[in-house]
C-alpha cells in the first residue's frame, strides 16, 4: 500500500505541473549536453596528448640551393648538419627528408584539396626531422645548435603547433563548462521552484497524513522521486543529443583532422560512456536540490 501511494502521488505530481516539468527537463538536458560536451573535449585533450607524447619533432627546413642541390643529404652542408645533430645526446633520431619525400608526403595530407595540385616539389624544402628524446629539453639544444648555422633555413617546434590546438579545444571545454553552470543554475531553480510548487497543491493531503502519524521522509518521498526522476529523463535526453550531435555534426567537423590524424577521433564508444555518467549526476543534482528545498522552504 505504501509503493502504491507513492508512486500514486509521483505520477499526480508530474501531472499537475506538466509544464514546469517539461521545462525542468529540457532545462537540465541541456546543461548535462553542455557538460557532457565539456568531458568529451577533456577526453580529446588527454588522447591528443597522449598521441603526440612520443611523436612531436624538431623539423629544420633546409634553404632553398642545399634542397635543390641534395637529393639524400650526402653534400658536406646538409650531411654536417645532420651528424651534428645526431651526436646530441637529447636526439634520440635525425631522419632527412627529400624535397621529392616532402612533395609525396604533402600530396597525400591535402589530398582531394585545392592546394595539392598547386604545389610543386621545388617550392617545399628538404627537411632534418628530428626525434628528440627529451621533449623538455630537447627542442631547446636542437634551436641553439642549428640557429644560424649555414644550410638553415628555418627551424619549426610542433610543440608551437599542437600547443595551438590544445589552447583551441582548452577554450572550447572551457566555454562549454561555462554554460553548462550557468543552464545548471537555470536548473536548480527550476527544480526548487518544481518542488515547492508541487508540495503546495498537494499541502492539504500531505497535512492529513502528518496528523495521522505518517513520517516526513514518507511524506517527502513523492517530491524527491520526482526530482530525481526529472534528472534522469534530462541525462537521457542529454546522452540521446550527444549521440544524435556526433553523428550530424562533430563527424563532419572534424573529419579531416581526424582522418589526417591531427586529433584522435571521437568514437561512439566515448559518446556513450559520456551519457552513462550524465544518468547519476543528473540524479544527484535533482535529488539533492529537491531534498534542500523541502528542508529549508517547505514544511511537509
Keep these: 500500500m505504501r509503493s502504491d501511494f507513492v508512486r500514486r502521488e509521483v505520477a499526480t505530481g508530474l501531472r499537475r505541473n506538466v509544464t514546469m516539468t517539461v521545462a525542468m527537463v529540457l532545462t537540465t538536458a541541456i546543461s548535462l549536453a553542455l557538460l557532457g560536451t565539456g568531458m568529451l573535449a577533456v577526453r580529446t585533450i588527454d588522447s591528443t596528448e597522449s598521441l ?21 643529404c650526402s653534400q658536406p652542408i ?3 648538419l645532420k651528424k651534428t645533430l645526431e651526436n646530441s645526446p637529447l636526439v634520440e633520431s635525425v631522419t632527412f627528408e627529400s624535397q621529392q619525400e ?52 628555418t627551424i619549426i617546434d610542433q610543440r608551437d603547433v599542437v600547443g595551438k590546438l590544445f ?12 554554460l553548462a553552470l550557468v543552464q545548471a543554475v537555470a536548473a536548480l531553480l527550476l527544480i526548487s521552484n518544481t518542488v515547492q510548487v508541487s508540495a503546495y497543491t498537494r499541502r492539504v493531503e500531505v497535512g ?22 526529472t534528472g534522469v529523463v534530462g541525462a537521457v535526453l ?27 577521433p571521437i568514437t561512439i564508444y566515448d559518446v556513450l560512456e559520456t551519457s552513462i555518467w550524465l544518468l547519476p549526476i543528473g540524479a544527484a543534482i535533482a535529488g539533492v536540490t529537491g531534498y534542500v528545498t523541502l528542508r529549508l522552504y517547505v514544511k511537509v
Aim: charged content about 15%; hydrophobic content about 50%.
Design 52 to 72: 603526440y607524447a612520443d611523436r612531436l619533432e624538431i623539423q629544420v627546413a633546409l634553404t632553398q640551393d642545399v634542397s635543390a642541390a641534395d637529393q639524400d
Design 78 to 80: 646538409c650531411s654536417g
Design 102 to 153: 616532402a612533395y609525396t608526403r604533402f600530396q597525400q595530407l591535402f589530398a582531394g584539396q585545392s592546394i595539392a595540385d598547386v604545389a610543386r616539389p621545388q617550392s617545399l624544402p628538404a627537411t632534418l626531422r628530428v626525434k628528440l628524446a627529451d621533449q623538455q629539453t630537447g627542442a631547446d639544444a636542437v634551436r641553439q645548435a642549428m640557429n644560424g648555422q649555414v644550410g638553415v633555413r
Design 167 to 178: 589552447d583551441f579545444l582548452g577554450g572550447v571545454r572551457n566555454v562549454t563548462f561555462a
Design 208 to 229: 492529513v497524513m502528518r496528523l495521522v502519524g505518517a513520517t516526513r521522509w514518507y511524506t517527502q518521498l513523492p517530491f524527491l522521486i520526482e526530482a530525481v526522476l
Design 238 to 264: 542529454a546522452g540521446v543529443g550527444l549521440v544524435v550531435a556526433k553523428f550530424a555534426f562533430i563527424d563532419d567537423l572534424l573529419a579531416g583532422i581526424a582522418q589526417n590524424g591531427v586529433i584522435p
